[in-house]
């Protein structure tokens, strides 16, 4: 499927899968990332991830949960990577460093867990984390994630593929 720069979709799956997917996804054990900004050199310069697949192969059960997400971007993907981000609750709203997943140009999609204040952006324009949202971009651009102030964490899907 052909996709523009940037493609929302919300209600991205059917209430009952994505709520089966979204208690699971609550319940998995993540992993400390240190320094996720530089330039904003607050306390809460972390989050945490479990990645689901990665170097060819899956790294988590999880995975076989979230099949019917990866078919319903397209079939015969080339993974390249899977995981999910929890970036924890702050008292202000923390915007991180522009980075990119992969210099080579690439396909990517963000699928969100839960609706909260936080959000990326991509170039100037703010995509807010809605649940059940897909999110599609080339993840080889430029962007920047937030946490979020009014949940207790910020949850999404980081899908990169070819």
């Known amino acids: 499927m052909a996709r523009s ?22 319940e998995l054990p993540y992993f400390y990332t240190p320094n ?28 076989q949960d979230i099949k019917v997400i990866i078919d319903k971007i397209g079939k015969d993907l080339f993974l390249k990577r899977i995981k999910v981000n929890f ?34 952006y991509i170039g100037d324009k703010f995509i807010n984390s809605v649940e059940n949202r897909m999110l599609f971009f080339d993840p080889s651009k430029f962007h920047r994630s937030t946490n979020c102030t009014d949940q207790r964490a910020r949850f999404n899907i980081n899908f990169n593929y070819f």
Do not use: W
């Not at 996720?36 to 990645?51: A, G, M, P, R």
């Open 36 to 63: 996720i900004t530089f330039e904003n050199k607050e306390d809460y310069n972390f989050y945490l991830t479990h990645v689901v697949y990665n170097d060819h192969a899956p790294n988590s059960p999880f995975f």
């Open 87 to 120: 970036y924890p609750r702050t008292n202000k709203l923390i915007v991180h460093d522009k980075h990119r997943d992969n210099k080579k140009s690439h396909k990517g999609a963000l699928f969100s867990l839960n609706t909260c204040d936080g959000g990326t």
């Open 5 to 26: 720069s940037i493609e929302i979709i919300d209600n991205f799956l059917p209430i009952d899968v994505f709520k089966d997917i979204q208690k699971k996804a609550m």
